[in-house]
Structures are given as C-alpha cells and as structure tokens.
C-alpha cells in the first residue's frame, strides 16, 4: 500500500535594498540511497538570473551550485517534489557473518573507507558517563542499536531550538534537552565511541495522520505534516547504512527522506553561502498534500465513496420494507493477533493461551458495548475427531428491550481470576440457591471421582512409574491423572441438585428429588470436562416412556409473527401459544407416586437433570440444566445471582443454553483453526449492521486483534473462514425464505445462472474442493433435482414451510462449510435454525468495518432486494455442469450486470420482461446472449444451440441426460469461443 504526496517547501530571505550574493550551495535534493521512490523533483530559485549546476559532493550528495551575477532584493528557494510512500520495513536486511553480534570489528579494508565515520570527538565527563552506561557484553547488533537508540530517546527532550549549529554533546546531556540535530550528533559520537561507523543525516520528514489511533505508544501527528530533520546513519556490513532516528526512538522508514549525509554537521547544511551585510527577513514555509491514495486496510473508501455505500445501503432498506422482507443478518468474521503472528494458535491450532486471553478480553468489550445487564455464558463450542476435549464458548445473552438480566456485575465471576474457593464455598452457594428455590438443601449430592477407575488406571502403570511423574505419553492425560491424584479421591468435586421446572396449572415451579444410584456415592465419569456432563445418569431407574419427563424445545411456529419486545415481568409469565402442562409431574413429590409394570416396582417422576456447583481452579462454576422456556431459565438465572450476592462467592455460568426465544439476543466467542470467530448478533436494518460492524471492529482493534493476514509474499489477505454470512429473519415463520419461497428460489436460480459471480468473487481456491463450491460441482444430477424442487415450489397457493424444508434438505446443507448457498442446520422445521441461508465464504481482506459492510452484506442485501423485483427464471439447467464452462462465462458479464445486480435497485422495463419470458423457453446458456443483436453468431450456430437445448428440454430431469447434454453445449461453447467475432469482442475491453 503507498500514498502519493506532494511535498512543497519555500525559504525566503528579504533584504532591505539589493545586495550582492556569493556563490551558493543547496542541499535540497533527496540523496542517491533515499528508498522513498521521488517521482518528480523541482527547484526554483530567485532571482531567476543566475548560472545552476549539479554536482555530487565527495560523500555522493546532490548539490545545487548557483552564482548569481546581479545584484537582488531576495533570496527565494522553492522545492517541490512527488513521493510515494510505500512503506519501507526498515527490518529488511541481512547482516553478514562476523557481524550477527555486538561488539564487532571492521575489516581493514572498511576501516580505510569508514575513516570518516569514525572520527571521534574527546568526550567530557557526561559523554564519558553516557558511553559508560552503554552495555558491551554480547549481544544482537540490532537489538543493541534498537536500546541505545531507544534510551536516548527517553533520556533527551525534544525541543524546537532556532539558532543556528548544533550544540556540544556536553550541553544535550547536561540539559538534557535538544533539537533533532542535537541528539542526532549526540547518538553518533556514542556510536563512534562504540566502534560503529556512524553519520549525520539531514533530511525531509513526512508524517501523515493515521487511519486509525494506535492502541499503544505515540499517537502521531494530528494533521499531515512535513519539515527538516535531522537523523543518524550506521553502516552495518551487509545492510548498508540503516537509519536511526533518535528524536521518536524509531528506525528510519518510508517518511524519512535524506537530503544530505556527512561526517559531521557542518557538511549537511540545507542552504550555505554569504552576501553584503545588510538587514534581512527570513521566512520559511512547508507544507504536505496528499494527492492519490490506495485503497488499504485502514481506510478502505474515500469519504464521498462511503457516503455513496451509505445511501445505497439506506435504499436497499426502503426496498425491502416496500417488499415486506422481514431480513436479518448475522456473521462470524474471524480475528487473529496483531502482536504475535507467527504462533501456532494463529495458523493452524485451535487452541492457545494468548487466544483465549484475547477472547475474553473481546468478549468483556462486547459485552459492555451491546449488551448491558447480559447473562455471560461459558459454553460448549465445536468438537471435531482427535480433539480431547470440545472447545470453549463464550456466549451472551440479553434481552431486545434492554431488561437487565443480571443486575449487578460483582456477582459474576472473571474466567481469569483465582478466587481461591473450594468445595466449602460450592456447598455454601449450593445451600443458599437451594433456599432461593425453595428446595430441600439435603438433595445436593456431593460429587467424587470415580475410585474405582483411577486405583484400576494406577494398577496400570509400570511398576516403576510414579502417577505424579512427567513419563507418562499423553500429556493431556498426564495432567488428569496429576491433578486427581494431588487433591486426592476423598476430594468432592461438587454438588449436583436434581431440578426441573414444573408445570401446574397456569404457573409452574421448581421441582426436586433424591437420586437413587448403584454406590453409596455419586461418582462421576471419568475426564475433564464439567461435572454437568459427567453424571452417572445412566445409573438412575428405569422408568416406563410415558412416566419420563423429556426437556421439549418450543415449536416456533407458535411465536407470533412479529417479535415481542416484552421486558423481564412479562417474559417470565408469558409462555409460547399450545403449551400445555405436564400431566406427569403436576404438584406431587415424586417420591410418592409408584408405578406397576410386570409385577416390578420402581420409582416414577424421577428428575433426571441437574443443576451442577463445582469449584474449579479457584472459581465457582454453576452447570446450567436444560429447560424448556426461556422464562425458566431467567428465573433460575436470577436465583443464582440472588444466591451469588448473598454469599459473595462470585460465579460463572456453564452448560445449557437458553432456550430459543425471539425476544432474546446473543453472540458468541469461540476458536477456530488459526483464528477467533466471533458470531455477532443479526441486524434487521443497515443502520444496526453499521453500529455492530463498527462497534465489533474498534472493539477488536483495542483487544490488539487484526482481521488480516499476510502471505508469504506480503500480500494482504483475510483471516480465512468466516466471512460468509446467514440470511434469515426474526423468527422462523418470518424467514423471507419460509415466507417467500418464490424469494428463495429466484436468488438460487439466478446465482445458479451467473457462475461467473461465483467465481469473481473468489479466492485462491475454486472448484468442489474449495470452501464454497457451487451446487452443480458436486454431484452431476444435483442441479437436475434442484430443478425438481423448484417444479415443486412453482403450484399454486402457498407452499407451507414443512415443504420448503422437505425440498431442499438434501441439496443445500452445510457440509464442513463447504456450500455456496446453503439453508443451515435442518433438522427439523421444528428447530429454530430451520429458517436462515447462508451465503458463501468471502475470503478477500476485509480488515475494516466499511469494507466488511460493503462486500458481503450490502451486496447480499442487494440480491434478495433485485430477486423480489426481477425474479429471474426458475430453469436451472441452462449451462453446462462444467468448470470450464463457468470459466467461460466469466469474462462475458456486462458491467451493467454488475452494477445492476450490486445497487439492488433498478426497475425492469416491460420489454425487458417480455425478453426474459423469450429465454425462458428458449432456455439458451445463462439467459442471454452475451453480445449485441448485431454481432450474434451466425444461424448456424444458433441452430446447433436450439438442438442442445431442446435436448436439455426433453432429457433435463436425468443425470445421463444431463451429462450427455453438458458434453453437446461444451462443443457449442467451444466453437462459439473460437470464432473471431467471439476473440475480436473479448479483446476490445468492453466486458469485465
């Protein structure tokens, strides 16, 4: 990335009458070894009668000579130059051998010719003392220049001094203050003391206003700035002279523009010469104008650009409201560290400590930005095959309302800190939530580990392997055992409260009982995970189907269609529409009812789920039981925290979810190969997805996480995964999917029909291997029953959403991934899930929040806004189910297509309905011809096309057929494309 600046800078000396001037010197033009590329470079100076000539001093400096004949008012220099900035890593050198550390020596050979640079000045006792203070033991070269560098920084003052020369060394550090010139001559008599080659630099330096505000260190510049500075040179064998820039502490980059570089001061004046005494004016004036800008990271669009999306944005979302698509928008973008990218768990591990360090830093931020008084959540994320254990989860919940959920923060535990609790502090929190739930405190079941188990895993061991002994293979399994065996078998891991909601009549309440086991003891499955998801519950009776009570999800055909936005009092009495009571657990203590089955008693009504307290690490964990309602759980939440103040044993929630409920909203923090995803919450409107957009990436940049990576050869590119998006709505009868399934068969069919899109907005990788193969790379017959589906969808009156979920189950579900356009998650249509598509995965940068709004989802939003106005024909096998056809399509998409399909907005004309109708029985390749009526091919050919697919026609609903069909229209592309009408339009630049 580069900015193209132009640099002007004027000095001016008035005289009070005209006076004779001596030959001059000017050292103004950037020097030979500057690596800042000067694309132009101007000098003008009056009075314009004067002789000029070039030269290059001993050093290798420019020079500009000038004699002036006549007598002049003034003295005026103006220099004008063009730089691009491309950034410079100042890094980027390779010492040679001998010279890897510190101290060092030259060769003879070097010595000779850096005589000059090594001259030394006597030092006074300050110097002496600063030279002193400089560590010699052995070390990295660059680190030793970087400290000394840095040090001096912090040591001497910056100060703007306008007298002329440069201090004594003495002076800078018994002021210990200086202009850039002072501490620059300074580092380079230490230098010198050092045995290092070392050179004054007088130059330009150029400071532009960040994009963004660092998070540590100097803020820079408020405004773009430019002025004269002074640096210092060393000259390392093997990298030439790198500059340092003691004034920031830095070393020299793109900014610094060296004009002159000399032994000493003296010879890099900007300006030497004399004339008659006489009383002068000096004026000076510099200035830096940005004059081209590449589109970067940081600031992706102009200011007029942005505001253009903005606008645009803001009509797609009147079109949708005209067209009563009830769309919202989720995403997962990922993030990696911006400090240390090189580490495994930013490439290729799950895994890390530092990962997990930046997720709860990220996610605390988020919370507090979005979701005040939210329930903070500790789940269970992905857990693929070789993985040992799932990985985590932070989840937070909150209400659309804003009702706070959990009230007061200090009741909530910090994952980061050690409390130091125990099981007595689990025990005392267990009795105190058993009071809040008006239940008897003697139903908590202490929790053991499984004694049996581990003396058999001991019994297992060499004879000469201590259990607590690092030879053990698995480190994982190392580490339990360790742990086991250090707080010993006797240790109570925990206390397990069987609880469940009960319904009665129009209320409900909280409902336990005992557990009758095969042990004395409750001991628990052996692992690491939570004790919630290690309890023996396969030990508890046996009890007949119709006796058991089974945890249902909300059928969400039930919810109203529009969200309800009620706040806590009302969440907790509302339940969802067709609830009914349970006939089996009513009032009564379960202990007291039996059941007969066979001439066998057993006990009926047992609670099998649990409420789990486990200290762990220091920290109180409470495990969340699954419940039916949200309602429930929000009450059972409260109880915690009313539990947690009254203890003062802060807790962290773990285990089950809330239950779906659209009056509820969350995100979520979870790990994933080489990145951090973050799963926001969905947005119905564009000026939400900018708040979040906006809000997640400050948020992200603060917690020192980068939504970009580099290639190997410095390219920019994105985190992988996560970019792709879910398209839905606030509950599932309002999914414009489910609503609309006309909707959702348009955008299928069109994306299907424009395989070029799907390829110009790829990455590296394309085809069915790919993360976002298209429907017709994977099997040949999938687009022969996608069109059977659409067939389905195309009867009259509206297709109910059980249809549309039975239609498209088997051709667009997520498999690792790895799905263009995708319904996600269908079980059932009685899940939740049931009711979102997601798009396909975006990989290019997107390491802003305006760039990660402007590529997926506004063109997103823009497609299902140009599918509800011009839906386009339902025909999906127009085109062959061949690469290379898709490739061929590629570079034939008008760009008024383009801009057509990306506004979202425009109308279609009754002409151009009436041709859509045309294509739709003529079914010829993606819709139309890509080329003008005029230069059509030849009837020939259109003749072999109408054979092709009148055959498509007759034979579309076979796979043999289609294949078959697809080798035809392969030939016709081929012959199409090599003819010179098609070579003669590809080449004239009018087609993207």
Same mark, same amino acid.
């Given at each position: 990335?580069?900015?193209?600046?132009?640099?002007?800078?004027?000095?001016?000396?008035?005289?009070?009458?005209?006076?004779?001037?001596?030959?001059?010197?000017?050292?103004?033009?950037?020097?030979?070894?500057?690596?800042?590329?000067?694309?132009?470079?101007?000098?003008?100076?009056?009075?314009?009668?004067?002789?000029?000539?070039?030269?290059?001093?001993?050093?290798?400096?420019?020079?500009?000579?000038?004699?002036?004949?006549?007598?002049?008012?003034?003295?005026?220099?103006?220099?004008?130059?063009?730089?691009?900035?491309?950034?410079?890593?100042? &890094?980027?050198?390779?010492?040679?051998?001998?010279?890897?550390?510190?101290?060092?020596?030259?060769?003879?050979?070097?010595?000779?010719?850096?005589?000059?640079?090594?001259?030394?000045?006597?030092?006074?006792?300050?110097?002496?003392?600063?030279?002193?203070?400089? +560590?010699?033991?052995?070390?990295?070269?660059?680190?030793?220049?970087?400290?000394?560098?840095?040090?001096?920084? %912090?040591?001497?003052?910056?100060?703007?001094?306008?007298?002329?020369?440069?201090?004594?060394? %003495?002076?800078?550090?018994?002021?210990?203050?200086?202009?850039?010139?002072?501490?620059? #001559?300074?580092?380079?008599?230490?230098?010198?003391?050092?045995?290092?080659?070392?050179?004054?630099?007088?130059?330009?330096?150029?400071?532009?206003?960040?994009?963004?505000?660092?998070?540590?260190?100097?803020?820079?510049?408020?405004?773009?700035?430019?002025?004269?500075?002074?640096?210092?040179?060393?000259?390392? +064998?093997?990298?030439?002279?790198?500059?340092?820039?003691?004034?920031?502490?830095?070393?020299?980059?793109?900014?610094?523009?060296?004009?002159?570089?000399?032994?000493?001061?003296?010879?890099?004046?900007?300006?030497?010469?004399?004339?008659?005494?006489?009383?002068?004016?000096?004026?000076?004036?510099?200035?830096?104008?940005?004059?081209?800008?590449?589109?970067?990271?940081?600031?992706?669009?102009?200011?007029?650009?942005?505001?253009?999306?903005?606008?645009?944005?803001?009509?797609?979302?009147?079109?949708?409201?005209?067209?009563?698509?009830?769309?919202?928008?989720?995403?997962?973008?990922?993030?990696?560290?911006?400090?240390?990218?090189?580490?495994?768990? #930013?490439?290729?591990?799950?895994?890390?400590?530092?990962?997990?360090?930046?997720?709860?830093?990220?996610?605390?931020?988020?919370?507090?930005?979005?979701?005040?008084?939210?329930?903070?959540?500790?789940?269970?994320?992905?857990?693929?095959?070789?993985?040992?254990?799932?990985? #985590?989860?932070?989840?937070?919940?909150?209400?659309?309302?804003?009702?706070?959920?959990?009230?007061?923060?200090?009741?909530?535990?910090?994952?980061?800190?050690?409390?130091?609790?125990?099981?007595?502090?689990?025990?005392?929190?267990?009795?105190?939530?058993?009071?809040?739930?008006?239940?008897? !405190?003697?139903?908590?079941?202490?929790?053991?580990?499984?004694?049996?188990?581990?003396?058999?895993?001991?019994?297992?061991?060499?004879?000469?392997?201590?259990?607590?002994?690092?030879?053990?293979?698995?480190?994982?399994?190392?580490?339990?055992?360790?742990?086991?065996?250090?707080?010993?078998?006797?240790?109570?891991?925990?206390?397990?409260?069987?609880?469940?909601?009960?319904?009665?009549?129009?209320?409900?309440?909280?409902?336990?009982?005992?557990?009758?086991?095969?042990?004395?003891?409750?001991?628990?499955?052996? !692992?690491?995970?939570?004790?919630?998801?290690?309890?023996?519950?396969?030990?508890?009776?046996? %009890?007949?189907?119709?006796?058991?009570?089974?945890?249902?999800?909300?059928?969400?055909?039930?919810?109203?269609?529009?969200?309800?936005?009620?706040?806590?009092?009302?969440?907790?009495?509302?339940?969802?529409?067709?609830?009914?009571?349970?006939?089996? =657990?009513?009032?009564?203590?379960?202990?007291?009812?039996?059941?007969?089955?066979?001439?066998?008693?057993?006990?009926?009504?047992?609670?099998?789920?649990?409420?789990?307290?486990?200290?762990?690490?220091?920290?109180?964990?409470? &495990?969340?039981?699954?419940?039916?309602?949200?309602?429930?759980?929000?009450?059972?939440?409260?109880?915690?925290?009313?539990?947690?103040?009254?203890?003062?044993?802060?807790?962290?929630?773990?285990?089950?979810?809330?239950?779906?409920?659209?009056?509820?909203?969350?995100?979520?923090?979870?790990?994933?190969?080489?990145?951090?995803?973050?799963?926001?919450?969905?947005?119905?409107?564009?000026?939400?997805?900018?708040?979040?957009?906006?809000?997640?990436?400050?948020?992200?940049?603060?917690?020192?996480?980068?939504?970009?990576?580099?290639?190997?050869?410095?390219?920019?590119?994105?985190?992988?995964?996560?970019?792709?998006?879910?398209?839905?709505?606030?509950?599932?009868?309002?999914?414009?999917?489910?609503?609309?399934?006309?909707?959702?068969?348009?955008?299928?069919? &069109?994306?299907?029909?424009?395989?070029?899109?799907?390829?110009?907005?790829?990455?590296?990788?394309?085809?069915?291997?790919?993360?976002?193969?298209?429907?017709?790379?994977?099997?040949?017959?999938?687009?022969?029953?996608?069109?059977?589906?659409?067939?389905?969808?195309?009867?009259?009156?509206?297709?109910?959403?059980?249809?549309?979920?039975?239609?498209?189950?088997?051709?667009?579900?997520?498999?690792?991934?790895?799905?263009?356009?995708?319904?996600?998650?269908?079980?059932?249509?009685?899940?939740?899930?049931?009711?979102?598509?997601?798009?396909?995965?975006?990989?290019?940068?997107?390491?802003?929040?305006?760039?990660?709004?402007?590529?997926?989802?506004?063109?997103?939003?823009?497609?299902?806004?140009?599918?509800?106005?011009?839906?386009?024909?339902?025909?999906?096998?127009?085109?062959?189910?061949?690469?290379?056809?898709?490739?061929?399509?590629?570079?034939?998409?008008?760009?008024?297509?383009?801009?057509?399909? &990306?506004?979202?907005?425009?109308? =279609?004309?009754?002409?151009?309905?009436?041709?859509?109708?045309?294509?739709?029985?003529?079914?010829?390749?993606?819709?139309?011809?890509?080329?003008?009526?005029?230069?059509?091919?030849?009837?020939?050919?259109?003749?072999?096309?109408?054979?092709?697919?009148?055959?498509?026609?007759?034979?579309?609903?076979?796979?043999?057929?289609?294949?078959?069909?697809?080798?035809?229209?392969?030939?016709?592309?081929?012959?199409?494309?090599?003819?010179?009408?098609?070579?003669?339009?590809?080449?004239?630049?009018?087609?993207?």
């Amino acid at each position: 990335m580069s900015n193209r600046v132009a640099l002007h800078h004027r000095t001016e000396y008035k005289f009070d009458r005209s006076v004779r001037l001596s030959p001059h010197i000017i050292r103004l033009r950037p020097a030979p070894h500057c690596r800042t590329h000067i694309e132009s470079y101007s000098l003008q100076v009056e009075p314009r009668k004067q002789f000029l000539n070039w030269q290059q001093d001993p050093y290798g400096n420019y020079l500009a000579r000038l004699v002036f004949p006549d007598a002049a008012p003034r003295l005026r220099i103006d220099v004008d130059l063009v730089a691009n900035l491309t950034v410079i890593n100042p &890094f980027d050198f390779f010492l040679e051998e001998g010279y890897f550390h510190f101290p060092f020596t030259y060769t003879e050979d070097q010595l000779t010719d850096l005589a000059p640079y090594l001259k030394k000045e006597t030092p006074g006792p300050l110097l002496k003392k600063a030279i002193a203070g400089i +560590p010699r033991h052995k070390q990295q070269t660059l680190d030793f220049l970087v400290e000394v560098n840095r040090k001096l920084q %912090e040591q001497i003052a910056y100060v703007i001094r306008m007298e002329p020369g440069v201090q004594r060394c %003495e002076e800078t550090l018994e002021k210990e203050s200086g202009s850039c010139r002072d501490t620059s #001559w300074l580092l380079v008599q230490m230098l010198r003391h050092c045995g290092i080659a070392a050179r004054f630099v007088s130059g330009y330096l150029i400071q532009l206003k960040a994009d963004v505000k660092p998070v540590e260190g100097p803020e820079g510049p408020e405004e773009d700035f430019t002025d004269l500075h002074a640096w210092t040179e060393v000259y390392l +064998p093997g990298a030439g002279w790198v500059g340092l820039d003691p004034t920031s502490g830095l070393l020299a980059g793109e900014g610094h523009i060296p004009l002159a570089c000399t032994p000493d001061p003296t010879g890099a004046a900007p300006v030497v010469g004399s004339l008659e005494k006489c009383e002068t004016e000096f004026e000076f004036a510099m200035s830096v104008q940005r004059i081209w800008e590449m589109p970067r990271i940081s600031k992706p669009f102009s200011d007029s650009a942005w505001a253009d999306i903005d606008a645009l944005g803001l009509r797609v979302d009147a079109a949708l409201r005209a067209q009563d698509v009830r769309l919202t928008m989720g995403g997962e973008p990922t993030f990696v560290s911006d400090i240390d990218r090189e580490d495994e768990q #930013w490439h290729t591990a799950a895994l890390g400590d530092e990962k997990w360090q930046k997720g709860v830093e990220m996610f605390d931020r988020l919370s507090k930005r979005f979701a005040a008084g939210a329930v903070h959540h500790v789940g269970q994320g992905k857990w693929y095959p070789g993985e040992r254990l799932p990985r #985590w989860s932070f989840d937070c919940f909150w209400l659309k309302d804003g009702t706070p959920l959990w009230r007061n923060p200090a009741d909530r535990g910090d994952p980061r800190k050690d409390y130091g609790f125990t099981d007595a502090d689990a025990d005392m929190l267990m009795q105190a939530l058993c009071s809040e739930l008006e239940v008897s !405190g003697k139903l908590a079941i202490p929790a053991y580990e499984d004694v049996f188990y581990y003396l058999w895993r001991e019994r297992r061991l060499p004879g000469n392997v201590d259990p607590l002994d690092s030879k053990l293979d698995d480190p994982e399994e190392r580490a339990q055992l360790m742990k086991v065996f250090d707080q010993g078998l006797e240790h109570v891991v925990g206390y397990a409260l069987p609880l469940r909601a009960v319904y009665g009549g129009p209320d409900w309440h909280w409902e336990s009982g005992e557990w009758f086991l095969r042990t004395e003891r409750m001991y628990l499955m052996p !692992g690491d995970s939570p004790m919630g998801l290690r309890l023996p519950l396969d030990s508890l009776p046996w %009890e007949v189907e119709t006796e058991r009570h089974t945890v249902y999800t909300a059928d969400p055909a039930g919810w109203p269609a529009r969200s309800s936005k009620a706040g806590w009092p009302e969440l907790q009495r509302q339940l969802p529409t067709g609830r009914k009571p349970s006939a089996v =657990t009513m009032n009564l203590d379960p202990m007291e009812r039996t059941a007969r089955s066979g001439g066998v008693d057993y006990p009926a009504g047992i609670v099998r789920t649990a409420l789990c307290v486990e200290a762990r690490n220091g920290r109180v964990h409470v &495990f969340m039981p699954p419940l039916d309602e949200a309602p429930q759980y929000f009450a059972l939440v409260r109880a915690i925290e009313n539990a947690a103040a009254k203890t003062g044993v802060p807790v962290i929630l773990e285990g089950y979810d809330p239950p779906f409920d659209p009056r509820i909203n969350s995100f979520s923090i979870r790990p994933d190969p080489g990145v951090l995803e973050i799963n926001i919450h969905p947005a119905a409107s564009w000026k939400e997805r900018k708040e979040i957009a906006f809000g997640l990436y400050e948020d992200a940049r603060e917690t020192r996480l980068s939504a970009e990576k580099y290639a190997v050869d410095g390219r920019a590119t994105g985190t992988g995964g996560g970019g792709h998006l879910v398209l839905g709505g606030p509950t599932p009868v309002e999914s414009p999917f489910l609503r609309r399934p006309d909707l959702l068969r348009s955008m299928l069919s &069109f994306w299907h029909n424009h395989p070029g899109l799907s390829y110009l907005f790829t990455g590296l990788f394309v085809g069915p291997t790919s993360q976002a193969p298209r429907v017709d790379e994977a099997r040949n017959d999938m687009t022969a029953e996608l069109e059977v589906a659409f067939r389905q969808l195309s009867r009259e009156g509206a297709t109910p959403p059980w249809l549309v979920d039975r239609l498209f189950r088997n051709l667009l579900v997520e498999l690792f991934e790895q799905s263009d356009d995708l319904l996600d998650r269908l079980p059932s249509f009685q899940s939740c899930l049931a009711a979102s598509i997601r798009s396909s995965n975006w990989s290019s940068v997107m390491g802003s929040a305006s760039e990660s709004l402007n590529r997926p989802p506004l063109k997103r939003f823009s497609l299902v806004v140009s599918a509800c106005e011009n839906p386009p024909p339902s025909i999906v096998c127009q085109r062959p189910c061949s690469m290379s056809a898709a490739y061929s399509v590629l570079p034939r998409i008008p760009r008024n297509k383009l801009v057509k399909l &990306f506004s979202g907005i425009s109308a =279609t004309s009754s002409a151009n309905m009436v041709k859509r109708q045309r294509i739709k029985k003529r079914a010829t390749f993606s819709g139309s011809w890509p080329w003008p009526s005029n230069e059509r091919p030849s009837l020939a050919k259109r003749s072999a096309t109408s054979r092709v697919t009148r055959a498509l026609t007759r034979d579309g609903s076979s796979a043999l057929g289609l294949v078959q069909i697809s080798r035809k229209r392969s030939r016709v592309f081929s012959s199409l494309r090599s003819s010179s009408l098609t070579r003669k339009r590809l080449a004239s630049g009018n087609c993207v």
